[in-house]
């Protein structure tokens, strides 16, 4: 049975930092697909980033290009998304979803469809 279990989550100031983390049991990220996903109360949940840990490639959303990273460590086999230059709109819900790559992953990355597996959540509060 696998389990994703994401970490890191907290309340933290606008321009401030957060590191998630996200740890599998039962499944590894390693040439897998991982994505971070996010949803807050009424809204669509979407994606944030994700990566293909085999072929080292990354997709970031517009909204965080240039201020969320997401990385995947493979000693640790753990899938991480830095979070830097928080604003009070990237307060939410943050999600850790996880499966094996498709062939047209980097198509439909974005797809809730695209991952197998996912994790319970953890919240991310930005004070503004």
């Known amino acids: 049975q696998v389990h994703l279990v994401e970490s890191g989550g907290g309340s933290v100031q606008s321009g401030g930092s957060l590191r998630l983390s996200c740890a599998a049991s039962?499944?590894?990220?390693?040439?897998?697909?991982a994505a971070w996903f996010r949803q807050g109360p009424g809204r669509v949940r979407e994606v944030v980033a994700s990566?293909?840990?085999?072929?080292?490639?990354?997709i970031h959303a517009d909204s965080v290009k240039g201020r969320f990273t997401i990385s995947h460590d493979d000693a640790k086999d753990t899938v991480y998304l830095q979070m830097n230059s928080l604003k009070a709109e990237d307060t939410d819900i943050y999600y850790c979803?996880?499966?094996?790559?498709?062939?047209?992953?980097?198509?439909?990355?974005?797809?809730?469809?695209?991952?197998?597996?996912w994790g319970q959540g953890t919240q991310v509060t930005v004070a503004s």
């Open positions: 979803a996880a499966g094996s790559c498709s062939a047209s992953w980097h198509v439909f990355w974005r797809d809730e469809d695209e991952y197998k597996y």
């Open positions: 990566i293909d840990t085999g072929r080292g490639l990354t």
């Open positions: 039962g499944f590894s990220f390693t040439t897998n697909c």
